[in-house]
């Protein structure tokens, strides 16, 4: 009997085209010197490991205890990308977004800490262009308890929900979102609809939120001690409290 289960599983995988959702961590993957990434070498770019790790196909991709410098990085279809909490950091390896994603639908990033490594009082931030997630031309998306600190830009930016040629009727979901020290904590930009976000928390930015997308519903939310707590809102059902 578990033989013949056995037997139907993987026919059911050959034939949907598709492997199993798999876990790995990215200490599994070297970079291009041969070396895995530890959380100890700060000023090492682990991007090369990452990608690889993502490229092993859908599952979740680990990132340990530890500080890591990345950029540009496109988390594919049907990942999930989770660090430690505060515990895992993550810096720029000098790209402008350190996380960056693009047409792209069922993807996760959660448990992490983004450093956007901004200087000088927050109070004199200004856009650079700088973020540590960008997100364009998704959809089904979830980004959750992911802080995001000192970023000369939006620290988190969502723009044009929907992937391209499909009907935008679900943009993601955003859960327990610490924005800091940055030029705008969170912007949902232009297009950015469908969109639903709870327990974002912005703070000691010069504007907390901007929302410029529609049908974007943010509760259960916190902006303080920013210049501006929220910027201009436009066809927008908003609840924060």
Known sequence: MTTTLL???LLAV????SAPAQARSIADYANEDGRA???VLDATDDTPALLRALGAGPGTVSIPAGSYRFGGVCVPAGVTVCGEGPATVVRSNGSKRIFHQRGVREFSIRDLTLDGEAQGPWQGRTDEGQSGIAI???SHFLIENVSLRDFSGPALQLSHTGVEGMPITHGGNLTGIT???SFIGVRLDVRAEYVNAAQIHCE???TGLVIHGGNCKVTNSNFVTNRDGIGPVSYTHLRAH
């Open 7 to 9: 037997g139907l599983s």
């Open 37 to 39: 990434p530890d959380g």
């Open 136 to 138: 364009e031309l998704c």
């Open 14 to 17: 050959l034939l949907s085209g």
């Open 204 to 206: 000691n930015n010069l």
């Open 179 to 181: 924005a800091t020290g």
